[in-house]
Nanobody, 123 residues
Framework: QVQLVESGGGLVQDGGSLRLSCVAS????????MGWFRQAPGKEREFVAA????????YYADSVKGRFTISRDNAKNTVSLQMNSLKPEDTAVYYC????????????????WGQGTQVTVSS
C-alpha cells in the first residue's frame, strides 16, 4: 500500500504563492503517475495537474495553466505543486493521488489518496 501526506497549505492573499508537497511511504512513487486534485465545499473533486513516472509529461487543468507547476522527486518520494498568482477561486482542499493511467483527469482512476491540505486565498 501507499500512504500519502500533503503539506504546505495555508492562507494567502490574492496574487500570492504557495508550494504544496506530498510525501509518500510504503512504496516508491516511481511506480505511479502522480496527480493533484482539489475540492471546494459543496463542489465535486476537480483535477488540477498530473505528472508521469519520471516527470517527462505533465497535464494541467485549463484553470491553472501558466500559474501552477507540478514536479516530482522520485529519490525523495515526493511530488510538489508550486502555485503562483493564486486567486480566490483556487480556495479548496488539495489532495495528491496515484494512478496507473497516464492522462486521466478522472478521480475514479486514482487509487491512493492523501488526506488533503487546505488552501485559502483571500480577496
Amino acid at each position: 500500500q501507499v500512504q500519502l501526506v500533503e503539506s504546505g497549505g495555508g492562507l494567502v492573499q490574492d496574487g500570492g504563492s504557495l508550494r504544496l508537497s506530498c510525501v509518500a511511504s510504503g512504496r516508491a512513487i516511481s511506480s505511479y503517475i502522480m496527480g493533484w486534485f482539489r475540492q471546494a465545499p459543496g463542489k465535486e473533486r476537480e483535477f488540477v495537474a498530473a505528472i508521469s513516472w519520471s516527470g517527462g509529461t505533465t497535464y494541467y487543468a485549463d484553470s491553472v495553466k501558466g500559474r501552477f507547476t507540478i514536479s516530482r522527486d522520485n529519490a525523495k518520494n515526493t511530488v510538489s505543486l508550486q502555485m503562483n498568482s493564486l486567486k480566490p477561486e483556487d480556495t479548496a482542499v488539495y489532495y495528491c493521488a496515484t494512478t496507473l493511467r497516464m492522462g486521466s483527469r478522472d478521480p475514479n482512476d486514482y487509487t491512493y489518496w492523501g488526506q488533503g491540505t487546505q488552501v485559502t486565498v483571500s480577496s
